[in-house]
């Protein structure tokens, strides 16, 4: 089982996939980087900082560089 970090792209990919185009539409640019902002924040926290047992306890970043 090969685990790679979660990009940006992953979470677009999901959100534009899974959510209705109503409830994912930005109500302005400002709203969209400021999504895009909490998103990226997230993405480094959960590759960078989260160590998870699947991975014998290293983070998703440490892992894939392992690899």
């Known amino acids: 089982l ?10 677009v990919v999901v959100i534009t996939h899974r959510f209705p185009a109503a ?3 930005p109500a302005s640019l400002r709203e969209l980087n400021s999504c895009i902002a ?4 997230w ?6 900082q989260c160590p998870h047992q699947a991975l014998k306890m ?3 970043d440490a892992a894939h560089a392992a690899n």
Do not use: C, K, S, W
């Open 43 to 48: 993405i480094a926290f959960y590759n960078q």
């Open 2 to 11: 090969h685990h790679h970090p979660v990009t940006q792209l992953d979470i």
């Open 58 to 60: 290293m983070t998703p």
């Open 23 to 25: 409830v994912r539409a």
């Open 38 to 41: 909490v998103i990226a924040g």
